[in-house]
């Protein structure tokens, strides 16, 4: 992973105004993955978008961990059942013509 792909943790709670141990939360509980490169924490920039997902859901909303775990499987599952309709529906398309 090169450098310019990635941001520390320390920098992310700077950024974003956040507890690093909320950052190792979310890590520990599978909700963002938190890598380690030369004994530096960081995230992958591809990631920060689901982390400013997590940090509205729980600031604004007032979702603890467990409550974000539990509304990222739900989006999950959503997005999951919209794929899979629209399979569906291409699918249905082609038996109508």
């Known amino acids: 992973m090169e450098t310019e792909q990635w941001i520390t943790v320390v920098e992310c709670s700077r950024h974003y105004q956040i507890e690093v141990s909320f950052l190792e939360e979310l890590g520990e509980y599978g909700l963002i993955e938190v890598v380690v490169q030369e004994e530096v924490r960081g ?28 509304v990222m499987h739900l989006i999950q599952k959503l997005e999951d059942v919209q794929n899979e309709l629209s399979h569906l529906k291409n699918r249905l398309r082609l038996y109508e013509h």
């Not at 990631?47 to 974000?68: P, S, W």
């Open 43 to 70: 995230l992958e920039i591809g990631q920060l978008a689901r982390l400013e997902k997590l940090i509205r859901l729980h600031d604004d909303l007032n979702i603890n961990i467990e409550g974000l775990d539990a």
